[in-house]
């Protein structure tokens, strides 16, 4: 069975530090998507990682196949940033399906 | 723009008054999703199509219906919706596999009394 496991579930921090969140996935899953949702609910695809390392701005994600583990780490965080942060395996025995993490609640006090 | 599309935004319906949730994308995906999200369980899958015609239960599909009659859109069917069934519903859409970029539509807050 395919599984995601993120940590940590909430994380408070001030503004201007460095995040890391992180996420643990199962054999089978192929690509790992980072998601953010904002209060409100909208949710927004980030990243879709096979391999490596992609970056965005003040966001990077980096996958490691052998140890089936991927990091969304945001530098210099801001309060906009608070949202709650979703990772999500695809390519797995179901290939069509997505399994999701519980999410991490994130937020940036200033 | 490209985007997925829902509708209604909110609902509040009673038990076992039929409805639909619509779900439309203008981007030519192939394969489309509806999810639910609740609290402390995350996203859930409750069915998925690869194409016109073809679809298959995600995680969760008891209580609910889909159909995929042309490429753009997806509904979803709650023929006869129960308090259970309250929660907030999201609609998603790729060019393919669980491997490919994500759209999701803004999310439809459903609420059985």
């Known amino acids: 069975k395919n599984e995601v496991e993120q940590s940590p579930q909430n994380l408070t921090a001030q503004e201007g530090e460095f995040i890391t969140i992180n996420c643990s996935y199962s054999v089978g899953i192929s690509a790992l998507h980072w998601l953010q949702q904002h209060p409100g609910g909208g949710i927004v695809s980030l990243f879709m990682l096979s391999s490596g390392k992609k970056k965005h701005g003040r966001l990077i994600a980096t996958i490691n196949i052998q140890e089936k583990h991927s990091s969304l780490h945001i530098t210099a965080s801001h309060p906009r940033d608070s949202a709650v942060y979703i990772c999500?395996?695809?390519?797995?025995?179901?290939?069509?399906?997505?399994?999701f993490g519980q999410g991490t609640r994130l937020t940036i006090n200033p | 723009e490209a985007q997925v599309t829902q509708n209604p935004r909110y609902l509040i319906t009673v038990t076992g008054k039929k409805l639909t949730v619509t779900c439309s994308q203008n981007m030519n995906h192939e394969y489309m999703s509806w999810y639910r999200q609740d609290p402390g369980l995350g996203l859930r899958q409750i069915y998925y199509?690869?194409?016109?015609?073809?679809?298959d239960k995600g995680d969760v599909p008891e209580g609910y219906k889909v159909s995929r009659k042309e490429k753009r859109n997806f509904p979803l069917i709650l023929e006869s919706p129960s308090p259970n069934q309250t929660s907030l519903y999201f609609c998603a859409s790729s060019r393919g596999k669980g491997t490919d970029t994500q759209y999701f539509g803004p999310g439809t807050r459903l609420t059985v009394l």
């Open positions: 199509s690869m194409n016109v015609e073809v679809t």
């Open positions: 999500a395996g695809g390519g797995g025995s179901g290939a069509q399906k997505l399994v």
